[in-house]
């Protein structure tokens, strides 16, 4: 729950950049929630797809994200799982056909109204590290802290290659690539909240540098904008 000084951490950037295993690391140093907005965008599309509800639906997709429950909580073994309407589907919503169909889903404002409200209730009860594409123009534009991650969409499509064959999935580095250029151009040129970094963000280019050397850059950001330097 919040502490007496509010914390709000905003992290934008393209698929890829690194976002969430950073977000998570400094919500752990901090001991603050690490809100995963980009694993709600994923529930729906998740949710769309076992329901045969067409990405181009916009008001059945908005009615979906207004009635689903998403909770994003911490196991004790210290994983984030994505819960929606009581069913674990933190597995599922990686799997490519969600990564591929998501930015069709996210495109909508109907669904992003509902999504950002949740979103802004989860800022006002706890202290927050949160990730996405909007958070630090439109769900969290007084965050104390912005930060817009970005890398070449080469070391982008490096990095989910090596993780996506952790996890067994066998998509090409090719394909992998073409899939994070395609989102990438939706992300950025869609009407509602595209991506792009906030006015007062900091733009750090995370291409050839290592986890550690991102958290430490972002911690010390944190700490001159709590001080007001
Ligand atoms: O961070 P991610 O790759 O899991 O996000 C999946 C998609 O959701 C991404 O392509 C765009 C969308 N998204 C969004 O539009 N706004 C957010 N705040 C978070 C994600």
Do not use: W
């Amino acid at each position: 729950m919040k502490g007496l000084i509010t914390i709000r951490i905003a992290i934008d950037g393209p698929a890829g950049a690194g976002k969430s295993t950073i977000a998570k690391m400094i919500a752990e140093k901090l001991n603050i929630l690490y809100i995963d907005t980009g694993a709600m965008y994923r529930a729906i599309t998740y949710l769309a797809l076992q329901n045969d509800i067409a990405c181009t639906d916009e008001k059945a997709l908005s009615k979906l994200a207004q009635e689903s429950e998403i909770m994003l909580i911490r196991s004790c073994e210290g994983k984030q799982l994505v819960v929606c309407n009581d069913v674990d589907i933190t597995e599922e919503i990686r799997d490519p056909e969600i990564s591929n169909n998501v930015s069709l889903v996210a495109r909508h404002e109907g669904v992003r109204k509902e999504l950002v409200k949740k979103q802004q209730n989860l800022a006002r009860q706890h202290d927050v590290i949160m990730d996405g594409r909007d958070i630090g123009t439109v769900v969290l534009p007084d965050a104390e802290c912005k930060i817009y991650l970005t890398a070449s969409l080469e070391e982008r499509a490096s990095r989910r290659y090596k993780e996506i064959r952790t996890k067994g999935y066998r998509e090409s580095y090719e394909d992998i690539k073409k899939d994070l250029e395609e989102r990438d151009f939706l992300d950025k040129n869609r009407d509602v909240a595209p991506l792009r970094p906030a006015l007062d963000a900091v733009v750090l280019d995370t291409t050839n540098l290592s986890q550690e050397q991102v958290v430490s850059a972002i911690l010390k950001i944190y700490q001159q904008k709590k001080r007001g330097i």
